[in-house]
């Protein structure tokens, strides 16, 4: 790995190991993390290789909560700069 700076919070499909896999090429190694000030809706997701790859018709968003009464949890990764841009890659393709 060529020097992992980036830093990743999941709380989504970049979470599952078969996502991890097809994305990075590897598993990512993360620690449980948590936001607030947020909320999660949910979107369709609209291309079927996205839908294939994580297994979900749907995906969650978060909306900013001004009450910030909601917890958000997931994973916090660090990882490389071209890893990130897969990432990105791979949530482009959701939309």
């Given at each position: 790995?060529?020097?992992?700076?980036?830093?990743?919070?999941?709380?989504?499909?970049?979470?599952?190991?078969?996502?991890?896999?097809?994305?990075?090429?590897?598993?990512?190694?993360?620690?449980?993390?948590?936001?607030?000030?947020?909320?999660?809706?949910?979107?369709?997701i609209?291309?079927?290789?996205?839908?294939?790859?994580?297994?979900?018709?749907?995906?969650?968003?978060?909306?900013?909560?001004a009450?910030?009464?909601?917890?958000?949890?997931g994973?916090?990764?660090?990882?490389?700069?071209?890893?990130?841009?897969?990432?990105?890659?791979?949530?482009?393709?959701?939309?």
């Amino acid at each position: 790995m060529d020097g992992a700076t980036q830093s990743l919070f999941s709380y989504g499909t970049l979470q599952y190991p078969a996502v991890q896999r097809e994305q990075f090429g590897r598993l990512l190694n993360g620690t449980a993390d948590a936001l607030t000030g947020f909320r999660k809706g949910r979107i369709a997701i609209a291309d079927p290789e996205v839908v294939r790859k994580s297994g979900e018709t749907h995906y969650p968003v978060l909306v900013q909560d001004a009450a910030a009464s909601q917890r958000i949890d997931g994973t916090l990764y660090r990882i490389t700069k071209s890893e990130l841009e897969a990432a990105d890659i791979y949530e482009a393709q959701r939309i």
